[in-house]
């Protein structure tokens, strides 16, 4: 079926009840990746330093949108900061939280982990576990959802031809939430989680306050006004309460999510992590005391007017990046809809938010927003105060009680159960590792490649000049907003500033002028436009030694509003003082604290980063930003603030006085021609501000951490297992059918084997096709040695495969999804930029496309030649427990060095 407008066709199940039977959860966690780099299926990239009033997730909501995280995204090459969504989230990386859920949820669905629970999911019978499944996942249990300009009758034909085949189900009348009836007095629990031996325990503990703030979903408009009060209390660095609470000096970094609303009933959470046994108290009183001084005194009407900018320009701009629209509209329905509520009432925002302006205009911020604090927050009993105290021993307690538990079942068994025991595991693994038959893989609907266009997506690219600086101009339709990004070559800082570049891009929106403090600037940043963002860009350029490493500063703006664009632009860059010690401090600590909630949350980036910089220079420079490496600077930095701040803010003005230049500068430019030709003297007057020549000259930065095997230990009960190598260096020249493959190794031999039967929750294999390295990694895998002989296996895998037609096509199409996904005309603009940055032509696009499009299992037979590199001579990373390194090099004397980080 083909339309001009994508044709989208979902069937999604809701079912609520006997969720403990539920033996994993059913989602995969993003894989670490750049843009356009990988010849994988995708993921998260890194972070960029800072962004203020920035941009949101897809899944959007009015209210979530209002939070700030919900109506754009940044492509997937620099996705900013994530706050996490929920308490239970931000406490993810400490450990087991399943003990919050249940006191916050203590009579519905909501306190059982839809995870199922480790020590239950043994009792669950596969009988249990397929009548389940017949019963909730039935389309009688279903939502389904169109999205396209195609005939509508023409869907419910096709619908029907499936639906038919069912009988009518009652599923959806006994998988109703029922919501939880709200405490009459607090409750408060303490947990352990594991902390790693010989640790500084002082300061390692963390509190969350989590309130449930109705027994009934709320009104949208009600909603849309906590989303904005969220907003202003936590949305921003220089939000009151996520200020406050860091200024202090009780923890490190927030956590908890805020106002969090996708369940029946939403919730709000807030807390510190990093604080001190004797300081839990205070932080409690903080947070209590904070909110009742802004109940009684209310926000600055410019802080106001800031976060109504914000929400109403992602609200309008309805901005998902490279995430199909189609999908973000139903997400957001999704919230409302399982809950039996209108589907299309969360799309209808705009009289809602008119109403809600209207009302602020009339009565004032205070009369809308202090009513929501004291009723929802502060005179709210349903309150779960919870705090997580670091132990040594958590984990080598868990897994003597989990041995115990399996020597009492096992002196249960006689010899017969024991054998029938060994027959089953046997015959599961057989099913596990038998491939579906394709008959049935044919029976599943799908494009051919006559449907594929055969070139690919073209964006519209003018080079120009403006006071001697190359501009990039894409002229496309973009609905009023104008999308810029300032492009300064990173190459000219000294080496010894490297690891500072960070900080430096966070602090030029977090601190102060001569003229405003760091929260006037953030303020007057959300009014007048739609976000700006500093990062760094690190990327090898493919033929060439050195690598491409840029800082880029990113911002956007309504038409009538560019010239304030490039002003705050400028200001940023050039006003901002690095005089603030403390400040400055604080975001060390924040840094330092993600860092560590990385190691044992996404594990797997630190193990990616860690081998890119055995191989490559791009991924050295990359670590030193974002790696161990850098969380080993982030702790001797702290420290060095307090002894050596002169030394620290020199550093941060030398590497601004040899970025800020023409030398090296390039302006990317998104809009309709016209609203580009009227941002030209704004550009031209910002560029005329800066320095001609660089401060300056080009450094030497070609260093590589040693190639050893290496193992980063942290307290943990999974570990995170890569292994790499650059498949250039052994004569591998680049078709693109290693999209093809790479792809297909995912889906198959990895999914099978490190997922299905490895137990892991996912496995990846990686192409960075500009520095040449191949790569696996696995993600909270209970494995370690037996992983690295799966990544072993695929050399024999490839050799012995076997693929009809049918197979070959949709690996095919598949790798074309990856290569030209779907784009809004600003990520089109924005991939533009990154191509040009790395030397990719439009004719090199067309002749990868015309590759992938050709691939043959002859092209699979001789990829195995390819990735025998990493089997022979691949570097290792793992991030695991100490226990299962000890026992690997037990079996491999010698195989890993061992580094201790948390």
Not at 601 to 611: C, D, K, L, P, Y
């Amino acid at each position: 079926m083909v339309a001009s407008t994508p044709f989208f066709f979902f069937l999604f199940f809701f079912f609520s009840s006997l969720q403990e039977l539920l033996p994993t959860p059913l989602f995969l966690p993003p894989f670490f990746s750049r843009e356009g780099r990988r010849a994988s299926s995708g993921g998260a990239g890194p972070r960029p330093a800072a962004s203020a009033a920035e941009p949101a997730a897809p899944s959007a909501t009015p209210a979530a949108c209002a939070r700030g995280r919900s109506c754009g995204l940044h492509p997937r090459a620099e996705p900013r900061p994530a706050a996490p969504a929920t308490a239970v989230a931000a406490l993810l990386d400490a450990g087991d939280t399943r003990g919050l859920t249940r006191a916050l949820f203590p009579e519905n669905t909501y306190g059982v982990d839809s995870g199922g629970d480790p020590k239950v999911i043994p009792k669950l019978t596969f009988e249990e576990f397929k009548d389940f499944h017949r019963r909730y996942y039935h389309p009688g249990n279903a939502k389904i959802w169109f999205y396209g300009d195609d005939d509508p009758n023409e869907r419910l034909r096709i619908l029907s031809g499936y639906l038919d085949q069912f009988e009518a189900s009652s599923a959806s009348n006994e998988s109703k939430v029922q919501p939880q009836k709200l405490f009459s007095a607090p409750k408060r629990i303490i947990e352990k989680y594991p902390a790693g031996e010989g640790e500084d325990l002082k300061k390692k503990h963390m509190v969350c306050l989590n309130w449930l703030l109705s027994e009934e979903p709320l009104g949208l408009e009600t909603e849309l006004a906590l989303g904005f009060l969220d907003h202003l209390l936590l949305g921003t660095p220089a939000s009151p309460l996520r200020r406050i609470l860091l200024e202090s000096g009780l923890g490190d970094a927030i956590v908890g999510g805020g106002i969090e609303d996708e369940l029946l009933q939403p919730q709000f959470s807030v807390g510190l992590k990093g604080v001190s046994d004797s300081d839990i108290q205070k932080v409690e009183e903080l947070v209590a005391d904070t909110l009742k001084k802004l109940a009684e005194e209310g926000f600055a009407p410019e802080a106001v007017e800031a976060s109504m900018n914000t929400i109403e320009f992602s609200l309008r701009e309805n901005n998902t990046g490279s995430f199909p629209r189609g999908l973000s509209l139903m997400l957001r329905s999704i919230g409302k809809w399982i809950y039996d509520m209108d589907p299309f009432e969360p799309l209808r925002y705009e009289k809602r938010l008119q109403s809600l302006k209207a009302r602020i205009a009339e009565e004032g911020s205070k009369a809308v927003f202090s009513p929501l604090i004291e009723k929802f927050i502060l005179n709210n009993p349903h309150r779960v105060t919870v705090e997580l105290q670091p132990d040594p021993d958590k984990a080598s307690h868990d897994e003597t009680v989990e041995k115990e538990i399996l020597e009492k079942v096992r002196a249960g068994m006689t010899e017969e159960d024991l054998a029938e025991l060994a027959r089953a595991t046997q015959e599961l693994r057989l099913k596990q590792e038998t491939p579906d038959p394709p008959e049935a893989l044919r029976s599943v609907p799908s494009l051919s490649l006559q449907d594929i266009p055969r070139k690919p997506i073209h964006v519209p690219t003018e080079i120009g000049e403006i006071n001697g600086v190359k501009v990039l101009q894409h002229d496309l339709f973009t609905n009023d907003v104008v999308y810029a990004e300032i492009v300064f070559d990173m190459s000219l800082l000294k080496k010894e500033h490297l690891q500072l570049v960070p900080l430096f891009c966070q602090s030029l929106l977090e601190m102060g002028t001569k003229d405003m403090d760091f929260v006037q600037l953030n303020q007057l940043i959300g009014r007048k436009t739609g976000g700006i963002s500093v990062y760094p860009f690190t990327s090898s350029v493919r033929g060439k030694v050195d690598p491409c490493t840029r800082i880029i500063v990113r911002g956007k703006a309504m038409a009538g509003r560019v010239e304030d664009l490039f002003n705050l632009m400028n200001c940023i860059l050039q006003e901002v003082q690095f005089t603030e010690q403390q400040r400055f401090k604080q975001l060390v600590c924040q840094n330092k604290a993600r860092m560590e909630s990385q190691l044992r949350g996404s594990g797997h980036g630190i193990a990616a980063a860690r081998m890119d910089a055995k191989l490559n220079v791009a991924g050295w420079i990359a670590e030193q930003m974002r790696g161990i490496s850098y969380l080993e600077f982030l702790r001797d930095l702290e420290k060095k603030v307090d002894q050596d701040w002169d030394e620290i803010a020199s550093s941060l003005e030398g590497i601004r006085k040899s970025l800020l230049s023409r030398k090296g500068c390039l302006v990317n430019m998104t809009a309709d021609g016209k609203n580009i030709t009227n941002s030209t003297n704004f550009l031209a007057k910002f560029l005329d501000s800066l320095p001609s020549d660089p401060f300056s000259e080009t450094g030497s930065w070609h260093a590589q951490l040693s190639s050893g095997n290496e193992a980063i230990v942290i307290p943990t009960q999974v570990n995170y297992v890569g292994k790499a190598a650059n498949i250039y260096e052994t004569g591998y020249q680049l078709s693109g059918s290693a999209y093809v493959i790479s792809k297909h190794i995912r889906n198959t031999w990895l999914w099978d084997h490190i997922r299905v039967s490895g137990g892991a929750y996912g496995g990846f294999c990686d192409f960075d096709t500009h520095s040449g390295v191949f790569s696996y990694l696995s993600y909270r895998d209970p494995n370690l040695l037996k992983t690295l002989d799966v990544y072993d296996g695929t050399p024999s895998f490839l050799r012995e495969i076997e693929l009809d037609d049918d197979t070959l096509t949709k690996a095919i199409i598949g790798a074309i999804g990856y290569v030209d996904p779907y784009r809004l005309p600003n990520a089109k603009g924005y991939s533009s930029l990154l191509r040009y940055l790395r030397g990719i032509t439009d004719e090199e696009r067309e002749r990868r496309r015309e590759e992938i499009l050709s691939t043959s299992l002859k092209d699979f037979k001789e990829f195995a030649d390819a990735v025998e590199a990493v089997k022979n001579n691949g570097v290792v990373v793992a991030v695991a427990s100490p226990e299962d390194v000890a026992v690997a090099n037990g079996e491999r004397p010698g195989f890993f060095d061992v580094k201790k980080v948390l």
